[in-house]
């Protein structure tokens, strides 16, 4: 059975520093994984998407990365702003299925 | 753009009443999903459908139903809402195939059963 665990679950850093948020899950019989971001009381918004052949994708200021024989994901985001702020969540979907399994999310705060 | 949109965003219903909450998608994707998330449980599956009146049970369809009519239109239905049914629901969409592509989701509906 696929688990995805999110570490850390919350951090909190000064604007301007580049953080990493990591993802690991168990299954790597996976079709991709993605990474959401989600503000409070709010639906998700789609980040990232990596299909299980890729390594990373990037856009903007953001960088994911998949290693699918070790079963992590990382989500970079260089120089961080107060407007980052917000749940980050990993979901992997499982290969040959509709099921995607969500990580319990990072709380991110990036203070001014 | 992606466009997943859900009818209501804040819903208050009493015990016993018939919830009904709607989701549409303008990008022609065949898989449509239902979502409930709660504190410290996280996204749960509740239905899904790959096709117009095609639907499979996720995690957690008890108390639920739901219709899919129309491909761009979702609906999901609390036969009879229950206090344990306040919840967070997010609806999804995601082009088809065996396998689910990049999932785009909708602002959420907030439901508050009394």
């Known amino acids: 059975k696929q688990e995805v665990t999110q570490i850390p679950a919350a951090l909190s850093v000064p604007e301007g520093e580049n953080l990493v948020l990591n993802c690991s899950f168990t299954?790597?019989?996976?079709?991709?994984l993605q990474w959401f971001r989600q503000d409070p009381g709010k639906g998700l918004t789609s980040l990232l998407l990596?299909?299980?052949?890729?390594r990373e994708q990037t856009s903007g200021r953001l960088n994911a990365s998949l290693d699918k024989s070790s079963g992590r994901s990382t989500l970079y985001i260089a120089a961080s702003q107060p407007g980052d702020s917000a749940t980050y969540l990993c979901a992997v979907s499982r290969l040959g299925g509709f099921k995607t399994i969500f990580g319990a999310g990072t709380r991110l705060f990036v203070k001014a | 753009d992606v466009k997943v949109t859900q009818s209501s965003r804040y819903l208050v219903k009493r015990t016993g009443e018939k919830v009904f909450l709607e989701c549409v998608q303008d990008?022609?994707?065949?898989?449509m999903f239902w979502y409930r998330q709660d504190p410290g449980l996280g996204l749960r599956l509740i239905y899904f459908?790959?096709?117009?009146?095609?639907?499979e049970k996720g995690d957690i369809p008890e108390g639920y139903s739901v219709s899919r009519e129309k491909k761009e239109r979702f609906s999901l239905i609390l036969e009879s809402a229950s206090t344990n049914q306040t919840s967070m629901y997010l609806c999804?969409?995601?082009?088809?195939?065996?396998?689910?592509?990049?999932?785009?989701f909708g602002e959420g509906s907030r439901l508050t059963v009394l």
């Open positions: 990008m022609d994707h065949e898989n």
């Open positions: 299954d790597s019989a996976i079709y991709n």
């Open positions: 990596i299909q299980s052949s890729q």
């Open positions: 999804a969409s995601s082009f088809g195939g065996r396998n689910t592509g990049e999932l785009f």
């Open positions: 459908s790959y096709d117009v009146k095609m639907k």
